[in-house]
């Protein structure tokens, strides 16, 4: 247990360092020339829209927070802001502000997840897989992220959750086809096929989220029509009519499984003695 403390103490000081305000005399400049991507960047999509809004505000106002990157050889690997790094290109800027900072391959990869997740523009795939890398890379609980991350451990196992849908769902919610709440409603079906099938039909009918709660049981085999019972003939009620009356007992006349039944009811050993002697009686007679 000492270590997982470790390691979460450790990565939130990695996150705080990188995310304060850092002061002037911490910063220098690099050329973009000499600055290149990490190969390894957790994020592999970046909005084209939102890029262009970046490059429009940098153009404008410049970088108003420094890339963090590292020495690689005889150029800068981007450990976090590549967003920044690819506006700042289209924007047409020579040089960014940079800090520039000695961290390992495995700090690099943590840092550059945790930027990513702390963004609102992730795909929910994209931030569950995310989770999924730092509980696993940094041995923590769904508690130990949620106070890293400054999220609710519910808000955590809830996105985690949707890595339990079938890829093809999952590729729907990546690219914005279904949102959280509908991935949430299709989770509650059972079967992986029946999720695909709820997913395919929640994208074609543009359903909403409470619609698709409604649909989930009937793709849970729950909403599936109960087989109708057929009412008993009339002949049954007749013959129970009439054992009623010769009986003094309540008698039903029905069909169980494919089998006709005729019960008696009786309130005790005397009552039973009274019903088998008008039995034997009714016997004697037709003798």
């Not at 404008?60 to 590549?82: D, F, M, T």
Request: aromatic content about 2%; cysteine-free.
């Amino acid at each position: 247990m000492a270590k997982k403390a470790g390691l979460g103490k450790g990565l939130n000081a990695l996150v705080a360092e990188t995310t304060a305000e850092v002061g002037a005399e911490n910063e220098t400049t690099l050329p973009l020339s000499k600055i290149k991507p990490n190969p390894d960047q957790p994020r592999k999509d970046f909005d084209e829209e939102a890029l262009e809004q970046l490059a429009d505000s940098i153009a404008q106002n410049g970088v108003l927070q420094p890339l963090l990157v590292r020495k690689k050889g005889r150029s800068y690997e981007i450990v976090a802001g590549e967003r920044r790094y690819q506006a700042s290109k289209r924007a047409g800027l020579t040089e960014v502000p940079v800090l520039i900072r000695d961290i390992d391959d495995k700090q690099v990869f943590q840092l550059a997840l945790i930027e990513n997740l702390q963004r609102s523009d992730l795909n929910p795939i994209e931030e569950a897989r995310g989770y999924r890398q730092l509980i696993d890379d940094q041995a923590l609980t769904q508690e130990g992220l949620a106070q890293i991350l400054s999220k609710s451990r519910p808000a955590i196992a809830n996105t985690l959750r949707l890595l339990d849908l079938p890829d093809e769902v999952q590729d729907m919610l990546a690219n914005r086809m279904l949102t959280p709440g509908h991935a949430r409603a299709i989770l509650a079906v059972p079967s992986e096929e029946g999720r695909v099938t709820l997913a395919r039909k929640v994208v074609v009918e543009s359903l909403t989220v409470r619609q698709t709660e409604n649909l989930a049981p009937l793709f849970s085999g729950e909403g599936e029509p109960k087989p109708v019972r057929q009412p008993a003939p009339q002949s049954f009620k007749r013959a129970a009519r009439s054992l009623r009356q010769a009986l003094d007992a309540n008698v039903r006349v029905k069909q169980v499984r494919g089998k006709n039944k005729i019960e008696i009811e009786f309130k005790d050993e005397e009552d039973l003695a009274r019903l088998m002697s008008l039995l034997q009686a009714s016997s004697s007679i037709e003798e």
